[in-house]
């Protein structure tokens, strides 16, 4: 049982560079989420996804979108990579129903250069 | 809107010693959940609490649901040097969205 997976886990990009970040899980949860974590700001959400089929902005969505491919996985695009975008990326996802216990994955340590 | 605060900000311990840290906000959570994350790594879940007044331990680790629903509290008791991290709480929003507030966060550093 591996939880949450993401991939790559650590990546560099020149400015204008676009990718893809990657999560996948195995807990059978129907809601994911992307973070970013910089220095002193704590995590901030991007974007999440209640369920599948649906997604929705969070605190900082600018620069990102968001494919909810099936239940098990949910990615995060940069298509235009700027400096400011460089942090470590944070997949998340939760439990059903009443059970609000979030479960992270390893990150992804994301340079703009 | 809400906010939750945890102190202390850090906190240098000896090995060996118990080690008390809270999270408090001026609003109502109806589940506190409390993490540790280490450098370069993902949160990990400790522990969660659902009830007021609820106490659940985890091996060395403890923690309290305030009563008031506007506090919690997480004790780690003979405190080791792998306990070294960044400890956080983090609760749902009751906003009716999915989105959760997260504490700033407490660094504990043990001393040998």
């Known amino acids: 049982n591996a939880g949450v997976t993401q991939t790559p886990k650590f990546q560099v990009l020149k400015t204008g560079q676009s990718m893809t970040l990657q999560c996948a899980q195995d807990?059978?949860?129907?809601?994911m989420y992307w973070y970013r974590q910089d220095p002193g700001m704590g995590l901030r959400l991007i974007y999440y996804s209640a369920s599948e089929g649906t997604t929705d902005k969070g605190e900082v969505p600018n620069g990102y979108n968001v494919s909810r491919l099936n239940k098990r996985e949910f990615s995060l695009r940069l298509e235009s990579a700027a400096p400011s975008q460089t942090s470590v990326y944070f997949c998340?996802?939760?439990?059903?129903?009443?059970?609000?216990?979030?479960?992270f994955g390893p990150g992804t340590r994301l340079t703009v250069t | 809107g809400q906010q939750l605060n945890q102190s202390p900000q850090s906190m240098f311990i000896q090995e060996g010693e118990d080690v008390s840290m809270n999270c408090t906000s001026s609003s109502i959570f109806n589940t506190w959940l409390w993490y540790k994350q280490d450098p370069g790594e993902g949160p990990v879940l400790l522990i969660a609490l659902y009830k007021a007044g609820e106490l659940t331990s985890n091996g060395r680790l403890t923690a309290q649901f305030g009563i008031t629903r506007k506090d919690s509290f997480l004790n780690i008791s003979a405190s080791i040097p792998s306990d070294v991290g960044i400890y956080f709480c983090?609760?749902?929003?009751?906003?009716?969205?999915?989105?959760?507030?997260f504490g700033t966060g407490t660094r504990l550093k043990v001393l040998a």
């Open positions: 998340a996802s939760r439990g059903p129903g009443g059970y609000y216990e979030q479960y």
């Open positions: 807990m059978n949860h129907n809601s």
């Open positions: 983090a609760g749902p929003s009751t906003s009716g969205t999915y989105k959760y507030i």
